[in-house]
């Protein structure tokens, strides 16, 4: 009895993993397919998942309560996560779904310095290590020659990198919140949701956007970026990541990253020679090495 209730611990949130990190890889493929201006498409992402996350707090029988440090401090991260989406849906658009995951996963990196800086952690010669051999295979996939790069191609790179940014300083505001022991995770996300809604929606129409959505073909996109990649993704990942070992862990999230990548090479015929591959396998490397560090 024991030793079947030891495997269930191990493997089922291990399965919860897997396929939370599939949901998410689909994020910025669902973006592309949406066809809507970066802001609309964020709005809509939020919106729907802001409905599956109330229902799902309906099922679960929870609610909003919470401490106002914790509340103030996801409200914060809804902002945060909101600019991160504009620079992150733009650079979709610019340099593809596969690459600007990709940048976006640098986060790693900026968790790390912002972690130093602010809360004086040590930062080992094992992540330094790691930070240089990304960088490497940054150029090994736009090339040495940084001049030799279209402007729109150059913009999207520096939006990717914002992306990081940004996406570091929410993971790190939700993550003090989560330490309080008054929040639980779907109320948490759902408040995350409110203000990052809110700010997109006014957001949008100053860019000159509409919140038109054009067919059939982009609601269910967008329905899928909210849903599937944000609601169940983040969930399914949420209760799993705690139960697993943190090497393990980090491991199989850096499916998110490829999938992305193999995905926008099979649905939107990204071209990929030998070169570029390398510097894949040198970044995904690096950012393992700096997700695992103590």
């Given at each position: ?204 129409p100053l860019n000159g956007a509409t919140f038109a959505i054009p067919n059939s073909n982009s609601l269910l996109a967008l329905i899928g970026a909210g849903v599937i990649s944000t609601t169940i993704g983040w969930s399914l990942i949420s209760s799993a990541i705690k139960h697993i070992q943190a090497t393990v862990a980090s491991l199989i999230l850096l499916l998110q990253p490829t999938l992305a990548l193999i995905w926008d090479t099979l649905l939107f015929s990204r071209p990929t020679g030998g070169i570029e591959i390398f ?16």
């Open positions: 009895m024991s030793q079947t209730t030891s495997i269930s611990q191990t493997q089922f949130p291990l399965f919860r993993l897997l396929i939370g990190s599939v949901c998410i890889s689909f994020s910025p493929i669902f973006i592309k397919l949406a066809d809507v201006p970066p802001d609309t498409a964020g709005f809509y992402r939020m919106l729907f998942a802001g409905i599956s996350l109330s229902v799902l707090m309906l099922l679960r029988r929870d609610n909003l309560k919470m401490a106002p440090r914790p509340r103030l401090l996801l409200c914060l991260s809804g902002v945060i996560l909101a600019i991160d989406f504009m620079c992150w849906h733009r650079s979709i658009e610019l340099v593809g779904p596969g690459f600007s995951t990709l940048l976006g996963n640098f986060q790693i990196f900026f968790t790390a310095l912002f972690s130093w800086l602010f809360f004086k952690q040590k930062i080992s010669k094992m992540f330094v290590l790691a930070v240089i051999m990304a960088l490497c295979g940054l150029l090994f996939i736009t090339g040495v020659d940084w001049k030799s790069l279209e402007d729109g191609y150059k913009l999207g790179i520096f939006l990717g990198f914002l992306t990081a940014v940004f996406y570091s300083g929410y993971i790190l505001l939700v993550k003090i919140s989560m330490d309080d022991s008054s929040v639980s995770s779907v109320p948490a996300m759902l408040m995350v949701t409110i203000p990052s809604t809110l700010l997109l929606s006014v957001i949008t510097g894949i396998l040198m970044i995904l490397s690096a950012i393992y090495i700096g997700s695992c560090r103590r």
